[in-house]
Every structure is written in C-alpha cells, then in structure tokens.
Nanobody, 122 residues
C-alpha cells in the first residue's frame, strides 16, 4: 500500500504563505491521482486541489483558485501544495490523498495521510 505523510503546516498570518509537502512511500505515486483535502472543526471535508497522474492537469476549488498551486514530483514521490495569500478561512487540517481515478469525492480516495494543521490568524 501507499503511505502518505504530510508536513509543512503551521501558524501563519493572513496574507502569508505556506508550502505543504506530502511524502509517499510503498508504491510510486505516478499510478495515482493525488489530491489535497481540508477539514475545519465542525465542517465537512472538502476537496482543495487535485493533480493528474503526470501533473498535466490540475483542479482547484473556487475558494483557492489563484492562491493555491498543487504540483507533484513523481521521481521524488512527493506532492506539494503551495498556499499563498492565506486567509483565516483557510484554517483547517490539510490531508493528502491518493485515488486511482479522477474524482472529487473523498470516499473514492484509497490512501490518506494523517493531516497537517494550518492555522491562519493574526
């Protein structure tokens, strides 16, 4: 199976930036759609960004379009989420996930990381 470990979360002021990393092991991530989800307390888990097998196609939620950029380095078996112009409403636990096909549904993702906390506050 694939093990996913997120890192890079933390506390940042509004307008600041963070880069999250998702390090995979066990199997090459080139076989998987990779995605970032987030979940705030009391809220449902929502898709933030996804990236196709080779990185040629991406999707971003409307709430992060133009601010977040998802990328992948299959040689390093790592996925990234560059987050710029952060807002308090971006505060959440961010999860890395892998699926075999393009999907926006969290139920269809096979592998999940444990999450990393992102807090945007002044």
């Amino acid at each position: 199976q694939v093990q996913l470990v997120e890192s890079g979360g933390g506390l940042v002021q509004p307008g600041g930036s963070l880069r999250l990393s998702c390090a995979a092991s066990g199997r090459p991530i080139s076989a998987y759609i990779m995605a970032w989800f987030r979940q705030a307390p009391g809220e449902e888990r929502e898709l933030v960004s996804l990236i196709s097998w080779g990185g040629g196609s991406t999707y971003n939620a409307d709430s992060v379009e133009g601010r977040f950029t998802v990328s992948r380095d299959n040689d390093k078996n790592t996925v990234y989420l560059q987050m710029n112009s952060l807002r308090p409403e971006d505060t959440a636990v961010y999860y890395c996930a892998a699926a075999l096909e393009i999907t926006r549904s969290s139920d269809e993702y096979t592998y999940w990381g444990q999450g990393t906390q992102v807090t945007v506050s002044s």
